[in-house]
């Protein structure tokens, strides 16, 4: 699982997209490695094949939309759940940290 975002790295991650904002090449390498072994942990991300991932998903879309086709809306539903197993087949973590509310801030 990754580290938490702080407000560190929120606030590393905001000063090197500043568009106004001036660095050294020097001082903004040492900050993407900061930022990036503190998001990401100091060995980064699992390296992912996402070729096979998104022909199994795509796969996964095909027997969706038969089931809807269909009327088989609990089929469905239970296809739609396969979406985690496949995500973490392929090394991805899910997490859920509550709802979403559905706005855009």
Known sequence: MLPKRTANTMSEAIALASP??????RA????????????????GLPAMDYE???LEMCSLLDAIELRLQ???AGGALNL?????EIAEKHGLDVVFDGLSSGNIH
């Open 70 to 72: 269909n009327d088989d």
């Open 80 to 84: 739609v759940r396969g979406r985690f």
């Open 52 to 54: 096979d991932w998104a």
């Open 28 to 43: 903004r390498q040492a900050a993407e490695k900061r930022l990036s072994e503190a998001l990401f942990g100091p060995n």
């Open 20 to 25: 106004s904002g001036k660095m050294s090449k």
